[in-house]
């Protein structure tokens, strides 16, 4: 029997998970994106988010707050967000693609050393209609990259997966100084944030053609002083991803994350002699959807931009491309409830790019 067309196999796909698709031949221009989302709470946000009328949604992390070993339970929690009302509106709307931290993995920051992971990311996978022939369900971790839009407008979606091979974080010993975290960097070049299957399937997605490139990572990559979860924890392995970015020669690369309860923009400048990237590294943080930090909005980043503190209230975040002009302009924002823009940073696309002679 020969095998449906492409375009037949994505509409049986959007109809049977009820989910909008996009266009990969149409450009993208607005992009939004969240994280942190407790389902046993309001999200009114949901219909703030559809409203700005976005072309896709990523869900980057702790999208349900599971916290279980019984996959009965973690399903119960995932048929919670869905029967969300602004969610399913937002979902039948645009396209979502996501990936998971370690709630909606199945326990407070873990790694590779939870027992259910396997049996969690089925669960994952089924809540987002992942098909059943999707190479996500044969990987060991969700990760997953798409290209959208022609050349010259191509927009490339790197989702990693930051938990299933995440080797374990070092604690500090006794108690921890006052608005920092319970973690410290250990640089053993034993550990590993992606794995070695990760690691290799990420330098051939950088290698694909595309202008503007969102690499998703439940958590902050450029931040690296607060002391809670994030790549500076591992240095050898932030390391390895700048110099990663360098060796295959990819431009127009900007990380999102969120984790934090929190909203920032953070800007790594170049240092071409430690890792051989010729532009500045943006990591525009966005949480919570649902639930406010409460806590200390001054801690240390000497990277952040635009605001001398953090946003702590309900937020969600966004990215806008102007492909209209010569150097299509960026545009980087954490938004409120109401969709305001609280933090605003805009950039145009030659910013993140190697210069020219170079």
């Known amino acids: 029997m020969p095998r449906p067309p492409a375009a037949l196999l994505i509409a049986m796909f959007c109809v049977l998970t009820s989910s909008a698709c996009a266009d990969a031949g149409k450009p993208l221009t607005r992009i ?79 790694g590779t050393e939870y027992k259910m992971k396997a049996q969690s990311q089925q669960v994952f996978l089924d809540h987002f209609g992942e098909p059943a022939d999707s190479p996500r369900r044969k990987r060991e971790g969700v990760y997953d990259a798409k290209v959208f839009g022609p050349q010259g407008k191509r927009v490339q979606v790197v989702l990693l997966d930051t938990r299933y091979h995440r080797s374990p974080i070092k604690r500090r010993a006794g108690g921890r100084p006052p608005g920092r975290g319970p973690y410290l960097p250990d640089d053993n070049p034993k550990l590993t944030m992606l794995g070695d299957a990760q690691w290799k399937w990420l330098e051939a997605q950088l290698k694909q053609p595309a202008e503007l490139r969102i690499i998703a990572s439940s958590i902050q990559f450029v931040s690296e002083k607060h002391g ?18 360098a060796k295959t020669r990819a431009e127009g690369v900007v990380f999102i994350s969120g984790d934090r309860h929190k909203a920032e923009i953070s800007k790594l400048m170049p240092d071409v002699k430690l890792s ?81 002679n170079q």
């Open 276 to 356: 051989g990237v010729t532009y500045p590294i943006y990591d525009i943080t966005s949480s919570s959807l649902n639930q406010p930090s409460g806590g200390a909005l001054d801690e240390p980043n000497p990277h952040r931009v635009v605001s001398k503190t953090m946003f702590g209230q309900i937020n969600f975040g966004t990215i806008e491309i102007d492909w209209s002009k010569d150097d299509p302009a960026v545009t980087f924002a954490i938004r409120d409830a109401e969709g305001k823009g609280r933090i605003v940073e805009s950039i145009v696309l030659s910013a993140i790019q190697a210069p020219t």
């Open 228 to 245: 809670w979860e994030m790549w500076a924890n591992h240095p050898h392995e932030r390391q390895r991803m700048l110099q990663l970015i």
């Open 32 to 110: 939004a994106f969240g994280s942190c989302a407790r389902e046993n709470k309001p999200q009114p946000i949901w219909h703030t988010i559809a409203d700005a009328k976005p072309d896709l949604f990523l869900f980057i992390g702790d999208n349900i707050y599971g916290d279980t070993e019984d996959m009965a339970v973690l399903k119960a929690k995932w048929d919670k967000l869905a029967a969300m009302p602004g969610y399913q509106r937002l979902r039948k709307q645009c396209p979502i693609l996501a990936t998971w931290d370690d709630h909606d993995y199945g326990k407070n920051d873990a």
